[in-house]
């Protein structure tokens, strides 16, 4: 297996309080990895010094072994490691398709010059990535029609189009009804299983991660409690005790 993504003692303070306290992991290629734990727990915190915008005030961050500490989030996005937003990122008045065309063009050009060549071309491929997330019979209709779900899905489709190696997903299913988290979860496991990208998330719903992912960490508290699989982590004392709730 390969590592994409290792994380030693991270730690984040806020004016003295330990929000991330010496939390250590890391992510292979192509595994679904949840990040669970009650509110207030840090993995928000965790995701942010992951993706650059926050700065650990200890430990540290690698990427395919290189120490990304510190690293502005451009860099480590360049590095292929994507997310997708808690709050909708997709232009509204646009069509589902011009917005993942809009964002193959900003992954592929720096200058908009090429702009209504690269347009046309990017129709095609654009309608592949909708396929991915079984959305390419809604590619005409405009974003503002979509209902939560779908724009979600759109946002999937978004963050793929840079072609990240690791996708980092804070609370992706927040705000969905059940069976539309089962499904966002369904789709993100078969990206994984066909393109072979790595997927570290949170959620709150326990079923969707349970069912979905391969290896579970829980943090409590800032510190991690349990970093294993389903079985593992569902019979730890510990899991049982501060966050399934005996
Ligand atoms: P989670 O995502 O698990 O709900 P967070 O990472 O958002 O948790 O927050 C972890 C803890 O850090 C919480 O107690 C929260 O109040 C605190 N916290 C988060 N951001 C800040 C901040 N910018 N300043 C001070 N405290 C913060
Ligand atoms: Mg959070």
């Excluded at 250590?24 to 192509?30: E, L, P, Y």
């Excluded at 979509?146 to 978004?158: F, M, S, T, V």
Aim: proline share 4%; glycine share 8%.
């Amino acid at each position: 297996m390969t590592e994409i993504l290792r994380v030693e003692h991270l730690k984040k303070s806020y004016d003295g309080f330990l929000a991330v306290n010496g939390v250590s992991f890391s992510v292979q290629q192509g595994e679904l990895k949840a990040l669970i734990g009650p509110n207030g727990a840090g993995k928000s915190t965790c995701f942010n010094m992951l993706m650059g915008q926050l700065k650990p005030t200890e430990g540290e961050v690698f990427l395919d072994g290189e120490n990304v500490t510190g690293k502005r989030p451009r860099d480590i996005w360049r590095r292929g490691v994507g997310r997708t937003f808690q709050i909708t990122g997709t232009y509204q008045s646009m069509t589902v398709i011009e917005n993942v065309q809009m964002a193959l063009m900003s992954h592929n050009h720096r200058l908009f010059s090429v702009w209504p060549r690269a347009w046309k071309l990017y129709r095609e491929e654009a309608f592949e990535f909708l396929e991915t997330v079984s959305m390419a019979d809604q590619a005409d209709r405009p974003c503002s029609i979509l209902a939560y779900g779908d724009l979600k899905r759109l946002e999937l489709a978004i963050a793929l189009c840079h072609r990240p190696r690791l996708l980092l997903m804070d609370e992706p299913t927040a705000g969905m009804a059940p069976s539309a988290r089962i499904e966002l979860m369904q789709l993100t496991a078969d990206i994984v299983r066909d393109q072979g990208v790595s997927v570290l998330f949170t959620e709150h719903d326990m079923d969707v991660v349970f069912a979905h992912a391969h290896h579970i960490m829980v943090l409590n508290r800032g510190e991690l409690i349990a970093d294993g699989d389903a079985e593992a982590v569902r019979n730890n004392p510990q899991v049982q005790e501060v966050y399934l709730g005996g």
